[in-house]
């Protein structure tokens, strides 16, 4: 089994940048893709994007494109979010995933999953 944890979240204006984080237990760390999604408001949980268990390849949902960013430290058992230009509309509840399942998007493709980390974007 794999405990994750997230945090980093908080309240931004918008425009903002923010950096979430997620702590994964175990030695196995590095046997999981790893991937974020969030809920908003009244709306289903969503896949923002992946990163492959080396970090060498990424995805991303067309919305976040160019304003997310994924990375891990196989190291320090750590993911990261990092989230520029920040907009109203990525307000939501940030959860990170881990999977065996090869380029998951969906969130049938993960295995373990955090508690969540609040997102709130003002205008």
């Known amino acids: 089994q794999v405990q994750l944890v997230e945090s980093g979240g908080g309240l931004v204006q918008a425009g903002g940048s923010l950096r979430l984080s997620c702590a994964a237990s175990?030695?196995?760390?590095?046997?999981?893709?790893m991937g974020w999604f969030r809920q908003a408001p009244g709306k289903e949980r969503e896949f923002v994007g992946r990163i492959s268990k080396s970090g060498s390849s990424t995805m991303y949902q067309d919305s976040v494109k160019g304003r997310f960013t994924i990375s891990r430290d196989n190291a320090k058992n750590t993911v990261y979010l990092q989230m520029n230009s920040l907009k109203p509309e990525d307000t939501a509840v940030y959860y990170c995933?881990?999977?065996?399942?090869?380029?998951?998007?969906?969130?049938?493709?993960?295995?373990?999953w955090g508690q969540g980390t609040q997102v709130t974007v003002s205008s």
């Open positions: 995933a881990a999977g065996r399942q090869l380029g998951a998007t969906t969130l049938r493709g993960y295995d373990y």
């Open positions: 175990g030695r196995t760390f590095s046997s999981y893709g």
